[in-house]
Nanobody
Framework: EVQLVESGGGLVQAGGSLRLSCAASGFAFEDWAVAWFRQAPGKDREGIVCIESGDPDTAPVTYYTDTAKGRFTISRDNSKNAAFLHVDSLEPENTAVYYC?????????????WGPGTRVTVSP
C-alpha cells in the first residue's frame, strides 16, 4: 500500500524558516517524482515544486513555480524514502496545508498519490 506522510508543519513567525518532510512507503520511491502542492485558505490547490526520480549518476531535475523560486527548495533522499521541502523567509501568504505527492518518474503535474497534508501557519 502506498503511503505518504508529511510532517514538520506548525505555527511559524514571518521571516522564519521550516523544513517539511515526506516519508514514503509501500512502493519503489526512487522511481517516482515527488511534488509538493499546497492549498491556502479559500484558494485552490496548487503545485509549487517537483523533483524527478533521476538516476544514480546525476542530480534529479527539479521544477519550481515562479512563486516558489528563491525561497523554496525541494530535495530527496532515496536511501531514506524521504523528500523534503525547505522554505526560507516565510510570509503570512505561505499559510496553507502542504501536501506531498508522487507521480511515476516525471513531473507532469498530475500526481498519482497524495499524503494527508501538514498545516503551516505563518504569523505576521
Amino acid at each position: 500500500e502506498v503511503q505518504l506522510v508529511e510532517s514538520g508543519g506548525g505555527l511559524v513567525q514571518a521571516g522564519g524558516s521550516l523544513r517539511l518532510s515526506c516519508a514514503a512507503s509501500g512502493f519503489a520511491f526512487e522511481d517516482w517524482a515527488v511534488a509538493w502542492f499546497r492549498q491556502a485558505p479559500g484558494k485552490d490547490r496548487e503545485g509549487i515544486v517537483c523533483i524527478e526520480s533521476g538516476d544514480p549518476d546525476t542530480a534529479p531535475v527539479t521544477y519550481y513555480t515562479d512563486t516558489a523560486k528563491g525561497r523554496f527548495t525541494i530535495s530527496r533522499d532515496n536511501s531514506k524514502n524521504a523528500a523534503f521541502l525547505h522554505v526560507d523567509s516565510l510570509e503570512p501568504e505561505n499559510t496553507a496545508v502542504y501536501y506531498c505527492t508522487v507521480e511515476h518518474y516525471y513531473c507532469s503535474g498530475y500526481p498519482d498519490y497524495w499524503g494527508p497534508g501538514t498545516r503551516v501557519t505563518v504569523s505576521p
